[in-house]
């Protein structure tokens, strides 16, 4: 009996081994932005950290040098969330960019799985009519010269 094979298995191969990897991508990205989250969650607790610390020396009668060093340095803690923002967006566009890949690649892929279905059924069909036929030509057959059918 004949075996049924998909005439566009390799493209659905293909289609599979690249969502294998995009799913990797994906979720190495996921995990890079819960980093860069956790840093931006350090500086912004480093950035309280220091306005409270300003704080209380401004009350015990800090001078304006300090209170400067203060404030510089606060200054470059909002540089550095403002660019760990950008790399949070930067990441999450990413993401987005792999979803939409993923999604569409999801489509192709259950159409593939629908139109192997349809063959299969097809094949299917088609092994019932042959084997139908064979069986017609087993039990009909024509003895002499007669064409006597004997059935």
Same mark, same amino acid.
Do not use: P
């Given at each position: 009996?004949?075996?049924? %094979?998909?005439?566009? /298995?390799?493209?659905?191969?293909?289609?599979?081994?690249?969502?294998? #990897?995009?799913?990797?991508?994906?979720?190495?990205?996921?995990?890079?932005?819960? /980093?860069?989250?956790?840093?931006?969650?350090?500086? =912004?607790?480093?950035?309280?950290?220091?306005?409270? =610390?300003?704080?209380?020396?401004?009350?015990?009668? !800090?001078?304006? =040098?300090?209170?400067? !060093?203060?404030?510089?340095? =606060?200054?470059?803690?909002?540089?550095?969330?403002?660019? #760990?923002?950008?790399?949070?967006?930067h990441?999450?566009? /990413?993401?987005? !960019?792999?979803?939409?890949?993923?999604?569409?690649?999801?489509?192709?892929?259950?159409?593939?799985?629908?139109? %192997?279905?349809?063959?299969?059924v097809?094949?299917? /069909?088609?092994?019932?009519k042959?084997?139908?036929?064979?069986?017609?030509?087993?039990?009909?057959?024509?003895?002499? #010269?007669?064409?006597?059918?004997?059935?």
């Amino acid at each position: 009996m004949k075996k049924f %094979k998909f005439t566009l /298995q390799t493209l659905m191969d293909v289609k599979l081994a690249k969502k294998k #990897q995009l799913l990797f991508e994906l979720s190495i990205q996921l995990e890079y932005l819960e /980093q860069q989250q956790n840093v931006l969650d350090g500086l =912004n607790r480093k950035k309280q950290e220091s306005v409270q =610390n300003m704080y209380e020396f401004a009350s015990d009668g !800090a001078t304006i =040098n300090l209170l400067r !060093a203060y404030s510089d340095f =606060n200054a470059m803690i909002e540089k550095d969330i403002s660019v #760990q923002y950008e790399k949070i967006e930067h990441t999450e566009g /990413q993401i987005k !960019a792999i979803r939409e890949k993923l999604i569409d690649l999801f489509k192709e892929i259950d159409m593939l799985k629908d139109l %192997k279905d349809r063959q299969y059924v097809e094949f299917c /069909q088609q092994m019932d009519k042959r084997e139908a036929a064979i069986i017609d030509e087993l039990l009909t057959y024509k003895v002499g #010269q007669g064409g006597r059918t004997y059935e």
